[in-house]
Every structure is written in structure tokens, then in C-alpha cells.
């Protein structure tokens, strides 16, 4: 807590201008480089899960948080295609022109018709001729794209494209945590403070310190959601509007490890009060007594007996330890908490005397530019669910936002899997509350 400062009201900013690698506004040069980058990183990534024996659907545990690597590789070609080259209106059978550079293409990877549980038994083509469609899909977007003039209507396909792919590739890479797999060009890297800005402009994985302490801002009114005026604006941050905020305080940075170990210390799992109806539903589901890929060091894996502190190589962390893409590295407390449901995040803030921050207060507290608001590790869970602003109106990939308003949750920011060229303080991720194979983690607001 740091109440010293007095409430913070310094940077009025009406719209945060994204920054010069944002997708948002790229032109058609950027754009180009923007979606080789993301084309070789997709490809770098099924490399990875084929090299681990998941290039083959039939070898994917049918798990309902997941698809197998070779239909998102396909699946990733086919929408560039789709509403690039094909021109698509919208994406309803029948809104594309023309046919898929694959015969089958739209049987198989056009997500609204092929239903997620018969993804692992359609009959794909090989990885190698997948490839082949993936460069050929590329070199004629790429084509398309130079001779396009610096135009949002234009440009718009593209920047979809590009989005789509860059939020595949995340997903690509909880999908690696989940199975337990390397990421491509991160041996030895995934729980270090290194960072890996290789492929995909991905941000730094993890090891990057919670910021302790908190930030009062006086509120008022800003101009909430995506400035429609110019550049991409996802449909569910429409329509931007003026909006007001009251005083609020809330964390500098997100809840560590130690911070979690102390609600777990004090038996937050075993004391029901501390949970919400849905949490304690979920709680007895799992038999959960810790964040999903938290591990004692006596439970397996040949790293210690388990019991003391000190074991495991961080003090104070009574032997717990995390994987992280297979591997198992001693819990660090000073990391933020990561992979944990909305449940947990809001069971420890009932502990903890604390709230999740509204997503409007979020939004507000990013875009003031206080030195101190950090963001980008984790997507953060807030306390609102998903729902349209005023005015929304789906955009022609249609199902991108609609189908989901009311079920799920709100998360803000960005997680170190998330490109640069797609961080904005105006995103809204969502979730269900349940979901925890995600890069999620949590900062908290004063009651
Ligand atoms: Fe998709």
C-alpha cells in the first residue's frame, strides 16, 4: 500500500495513440512484415508440437481446451484466404467468393461449420502439403497487399488476418503448456526473466517481478472502448463512449506467488466462505488445493522430499514448485500468480479484503500513462463479464464477439505470449471463469 502519492489524475488522455507497432494503424509495408513474422512464428510453432509427436491429430489428447496443431496450421491459411483473397462479406457459408485454394478447405477448417470434437478425425492433408497451401496463401496475400493503397477500408482484411493468426499463435502457446512442450527457440528460457523476442515479437516469458504497491486515481471522465475514427477497431470495443470513474485504488502490479502462497498458508481452499457459489461448485469439481500447475516437491518429478523450507531452491516457498512447459522450476514468489481461474482470484480477493478491478477502472488506470501501472505479463481477470457496449455491432467475422456475450468473463491487458503489434489497453480478452490453462493471472483494487 503506498497512500503517500495522493490520488493520481495527471494524464487526462482522451485515446491512448497505440504505438508505432501497432497492427492497428500498420500500412501496407508494416502490415507485410507484420504477417510474414506471424506466418513464420505459426509455422515455428507446429514444428515444436510435430517435433513432440503431436503433428499428427490422432496422437492429440481430445481435451476440450485445445485443437490439434495441424488444424490450426490449416485453419490459420483458410481465413487469410477467406477474407483476403476471397473477398468474404462476411463468415457464413456462401459470403466468400470463389473456392479455397484447397479442394476441401472449407469443409475442413472453417471453424463456425466443423464442429470442435471432429477436428481430430477429418481427413487432412499431410503437414508438408499444408505448408505448401499456408506459402502459397502467403506469397498472394503478400502480392495483394502491395498494391494497396494506406487505406483502412482496404486495409481491413489484413489487419483481421494478421489479428486472427497473432491470437492463434497464443493460443498456440497455452496449447504447448498444456501438452507439455517446448516452446519453439525457448529451451531453457521458459522460466527465466529472459525474454524471447524472436518469432513472433513475444514479449519476455515470464520472470518479471509483481510490482508491489498501490495507485489512487481521482477518477473522472474518459472516452472508454476503440477510436472508430481510424485504424482497426475490434467490434466489441465499439462503440467508444464517454464514461465516468469513480476514485478507485488499485495494485501497481499483479498478485505474486508469495502473496497466493499466504491465502493457501491460511487454508483458502479448505474455507468455503472465501469462495463464491459457482467457485465452491468448481472447487468440488476439481478437488483443488492450489493453482493447476503448481506441484509439491514430494509428488514426483525426483525434486526433493518435499517439507522444509528452502527445498526446491526458493526460500520460503514451502516446496512448491510450478511447470512450466513440461519442466519443473522451483516456485518464485516475487513472480505473479499464473494459471488461475476467476474463482481463485476472487476467493483470494475475498480473503484478502480486496475486489478485481471493474474493466472500465482497468481501462482508465492503462491509458493515464502513470509510470507505475504496469501491465503485459498476465491477462488480467476483472470483475466484469462479458458484455456489448452500446451500439455494438458484429463486424463481418461475426463470431468473434456475439456468441459469447454473458457467459464470459473480462480479461485486460496482454501476457507475455502476446505480440507487441497487438497490445492495447483498449483489448478485451474473455474467457470463462473456469479457464486456467490460459496465461491469467490477477491485481486487485481497495474495497
Ligand atoms: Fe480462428
Not at 505448401?132 to 498494391?147: F, G, K, M, S
Not at 510490482?211 to 477518477?219: D, L, Q
Not at 482497468?362 to 462479458?386: I, K, M, Y
Request: hydrophobic content about 40%.
Amino acid at each position: 500500500m503506498d497512500g503517500s502519492e495522493g490520488p493520481y489524475n495527471a494524464g487526462m488522455t482522451e485515446h491512448d495513440t497505440p504505438d508505432d507497432s501497432s497492427f492497428r494503424r500498420a500500412g501496407p509495408r508494416q502490415l507485410a512484415a507484420a504477417m510474414q513474422d506471424a506466418r513464420h512464428y505459426t509455422l515455428a510453432l507446429f514444428d515444436a508440437f510435430d517435433a513432440a509427436g503431436y503433428g499428427v491429430p490422432a496422437q492429440v489428447p481430445r481435451l476440450s481446451i485445445i485443437n490439434p496443431p495441424l488444424w490450426e496450421l490449416g485453419h490459420t491459411a483458410w481465413f487469410g484466404e477467406w477474407f483476403v483473397l476471397r473477398d468474404a462479406t462476411g463468415s457464413h457459408p456462401g459470403e466468400a467468393h470463389g473456392h479455397s485454394l484447397l479442394a476441401r478447405g472449407d469443409d475442413w477448417f472453417d471453424s463456425n461449420t466443423v464442429a470442435h470434437r471432429t477436428r481430430w478425425t477429418l481427413d487432412l492433408p499431410a503437414p508438408g502439403a499444408l505448408k505448401t497451401y499456408c506459402r502459397e496463401v502467403q506469397d498472394r496475400i503478400l502480392d495483394r497487399l502491395a498494391r494497396e493503397a494506406d487505406d483502412d477500408a482496404a486495409l481491413y482484411p489484413y489487419r483481421l488476418a494478421l489479428a486472427h493468426e497473432d491470437m492463434h499463435g497464443e493460443a498456440n502457446l497455452y496449447t504447448l503448456q498444456t501438452l507439455g512442450v517446448a516452446p519453439p527457440g525457448l529451451d531453457g528460457h521458459v522460466s527465466g526473466g529472459s525474454g524471447v523476442t524472436g518469432a513472433g515479437g513475444i514479449a519476455g516469458v515470464g520472470g518479471v517481478v509483481a510490482t508491489s504497491g498501490e495507485i489512487a486515481f481521482a477518477g473522472g471522465s474518459f472516452v472508454r472502448g476503440g477510436d472508430q475514427s481510424r485504424g482497426f477497431v475490434f467490434d466489441n470495443e465499439r462503440r467508444a463512449a464517454a464514461c465516468r470513474v469513480a476514485p478507485f485504488s488499485i495494485d501497481a502490479g499483479l498478485v505474486s506467488n508469495g502473496a497466493y502462497l499466504a491465502f493457501m498458508r491460511d487454508g483458502g481452499y479448505q474455507r468455503p466462505e472465501y469462495w463464491s457459489e459457482a467457485g465452491r461448485a468448481w472447487l468440488m469439481a476439481q478437488e483443488r488445493s492450489a493453482p493447476r500447475y503448481w506441484r509439491r516437491g514430494d509428488d514426483g518429478g525426483g525434486a526433493g522430499s518435499g517439507g522444509s523450507a528452502g527445498n526446491g531452491g526458493g526460500a520460503g516457498n514451502d516446496g512448491w514448485h510450478v511447470v512450466r512447459f513440461g519442466r519443473r522450476i522451483a516456485l518464485d514468489l516475487e513472480e505473479p500468480v499464473r494459471h488461475v481461474t476467476l474463482h481463485e482470484a476472487q476467493a483470494w480477493c475475498s480473503w484478502a479484503g480486496r475486489r478485481l478491478p471493474q474493466e472500465t477502472e482497468w481501462e482508465f488506470a492503462a491509458v493515464q500513462g502513470h509510470p507505475d501501472f504496469r501491465w503485459g505479463q498476465l491477462w488480467e481477470w476483472t470483475a466484469s463479464g462479458f458484455l456489448p457496449y452500446e451500439g455494438f455491432a458484429a463486424d463481418r467475422y461475426r463470431e468473434y464477439s456475439a456468441p459469447w456475450f454473458g457467459t464470459r468473463q473480462v480479461l485486460r491487458g496482454a501476457s507475455f505470449a502476446t505480440p507487441a503489434r497487438f497490445r492495447s489497453a483498449r483489448f478485451r480478452n474473455f474467457f470463462t471463469p473456469e479457464r486456467d490453462d490460459i496465461f491469467s493471472g490477477f491485481r486487485t483494487c481497495a474495497l
